[in-house]
């Protein structure tokens, strides 16, 4: 069962068709958290250390099974690591459109979130608030 965001998932599912496009979209996302997190660990130490933890990430069991998942857990990672580096970035130059960047990469994650919340709960048939913690009825 899908649990991911369902605007995403109507959208990915319009734009093409079959089992293996429909996983592409979190096959792709998988692979841009590989490359990024090698980025962030360059950025925040050195070459060498960005290397080590694409390399965890990439051998990661739980990213290689949600890598291959039609839902959008590999897109929040995504959104989460690029938040993360975009921080970085302001912090180590200031710089405006590097908090540019990370407010909309994380308001994007935020929205990612939500969404997943409302669609699950719609699902289970479970009376929830976005915010707060889903209770059965």
């Given at each position: 069962?899908?649990?991911?965001?369902?605007?995403?998932?109507?959208?990915?599912?319009?734009?093409?068709?079959?089992?293996?496009?429909l996983?592409?979209?979190?096959?792709?996302?998988?692979?841009?958290?590989?490359?990024?997190?090698?980025?962030?660990?360059?950025?925040l130490?050195?070459?060498?250390?960005?290397?080590?933890?694409?390399?965890?990430?990439?051998?990661?069991?739980?990213?290689?099974?949600?890598?291959?998942?039609?839902?959008?857990y590999?897109?929040?990672?995504?959104?989460?690591?690029?938040?993360?580096?975009?921080?970085?970035?302001?912090?180590?130059s200031?710089?405006?459109?590097?908090?540019?960047?990370?407010?909309?990469?994380?308001?994007?994650n935020?929205?990612?979130?939500?969404?997943?919340?409302?669609?699950?709960?719609?699902?289970?048939?479970?009376?929830?608030?976005?915010?707060?913690?889903c209770?059965?009825?």
């Open positions: 069962s899908n649990h991911g965001c369902a605007v995403f998932s109507i959208f990915w599912s319009n734009l093409f068709k079959g089992e293996f496009m996983r592409l979209s979190s096959a792709i996302f998988g692979t841009l958290c590989i490359f990024l997190i090698y980025c962030l660990g360059r950025a130490f050195d070459y060498k250390t960005g290397l080590i933890g694409a390399f965890i990430l990439t051998i990661s069991p739980f990213h290689i099974y949600y890598s291959q998942e039609f839902r959008t590999s897109l929040i990672s995504l959104l989460s690591i690029i938040s993360s580096y975009f921080f970085l970035k302001f912090i180590q200031g710089k405006k459109r590097f908090i540019s960047g990370y407010i909309f990469s994380h308001i994007m935020i929205n990612f979130h939500i969404a997943d919340k409302i669609h699950f709960c719609r699902k289970e048939k479970i009376k929830c608030h976005p915010i707060q913690c209770r059965p009825e």
